[in-house]
């Protein structure tokens, strides 16, 4: 018999006529869909963050010191180097004013890049005010979240924080 227009079979619905269900025994489409949307904001939750920036002295940093160490470590092999020679504790120490360089540290100071899903900061600028100028002396950000523009917004953090000291460079 003939069905009207307006009714609906399974077939019409599903028009492979499998259920959503593969023959190999996969998921349905829906699940499948489900399972990559939440995979999808596991991987790239970071992207949805929106990240926060800090700025404090030398000294103020000193709490996040080994946050900074295991950032710098991996941009800078050779303070990795450094530390299985030296003490661990002497190299923590020091840290924040090696990264000073020749620039005193009571002149510097540190950004802090943060995410809300991370309790440690996820990268740093140690900047250094000059005569005319404040100058990037290190920037580093985590090497697994690289290229995502945090080092981007550490420098324009940087530039506008220049900006606010009535310096107009940045270096």
Not at 1 to 21: E, F, I, N
Not at 72 to 90: K, N, V
Request: charged share 25%; hydrophobic share 40%.
């Amino acid at each position: 018999a003939k069905q009207p227009p307006s009714t609906s079979t399974a077939a019409d619905a599903d028009p492979d006529g499998d259920d959503g269900v593969h023959g190999d025994g996969e998921a349905p489409r829906t699940e499948r869909a489900r399972i990559f949307g939440e995979w999808i904001l596991r991987s790239f939750a970071h992207v949805l963050e929106e990240p926060a920036v800090t700025q404090s002295s030398v000294e103020g940093a000193r709490p996040y010191t080994a946050s900074v160490r295991r950032l710098a470590r991996a941009a800078f092999p050779e303070l990795a180097d450094a530390g299985e020679e030296e003490g661990e504790e002497e190299e923590e120490e020091d840290l924040l004013e090696t990264l000073c360089g020749v620039h005193e540290p009571e002149r510097c100071l540190v950004l802090l890049c943060w995410l809300p899903s991370r309790r440690e900061p996820v990268g740093f600028a140690l900047l250094c005010r000059l005569t005319a100028s404040l100058h990037v002396a290190n920037l580093c950000v985590d090497a697994a979240l690289r290229r995502r523009g945090l080092g981007a917004l550490l420098l324009r953090s940087s530039s506008a924080l220049a900006a606010s000291m009535g310096l107009h460079k940045l270096t």
